[in-house]
């Protein structure tokens, strides 16, 4: 039961229930949070199988690029959306270095032979320069998120 509460069913990451209650914010840190750009595209073009298959594999990505961070963890929010708190980045050139890394990462995908086009925007937001309310900064983060769809997807804006 206590791993129902805190892990995704689906993916083995964090849940929000565990971000909202553990995270912690007193040290200066960063938040990535980040959507599937062409994920609906794979659900309706290849069912939802092979949706949950390409969630598994970015939680398997994103659960590799953490382990070289230390204190950091990926969460799924749900549906295709996911946050990285990376607690030991708050140099801006480190942070957007990172942010590149997960850019390229997603950037790579073929399943039965076929090459999808799934892509990935991030919103990112520091703390506590930015707040220091997880609530607030998932907000924040996800104004940047759609700031950089805006700007044509496949990339990251600040707050």
């Not at 599937?36 to 073009?45: A, H, M, R, V």
């Not at 995908?109 to 309310?133: A, N």
């Amino acid at each position: 039961m206590e791993r129902l509460a805190i892990f995704d069913s689906l993916t083995g990451l964090y849940n929000r229930h565990f971000l909202y209650e553990n995270v912690q914010l007193q040290n200066p840190g960063s938040i990535l949070f980040l959507d599937l750009d062409g994920f609906k595209t794979i659900n309706d073009d290849f069912g939802h199988d092979i949706g949950d298959f390409v969630l598994k594999e970015v939680a398997n990505r994103l659960k590799a690029l953490t382990k070289n961070y230390p204190d950091s963890y990926a969460v799924r929010l749900g549906g295709d959306e996911f946050v990285i708190v990376v607690p030991q980045l708050i140099d801006k050139d480190d942070i957007a270095d990172f942010a590149n890394q997960v850019i390229r990462m997603m950037d790579n995908w073929q399943i039965f032979d076929k090459k999808l086009q799934l892509t990935t925007s991030i919103g990112i937001v520091r703390y506590p320069s930015d707040g220091k309310d997880i609530k607030l900064l998932l907000k924040f983060a996800d104004l940047a998120l759609y700031r950089a769809k805006a700007k044509g997807k496949n990339n990251y804006q600040f707050y």
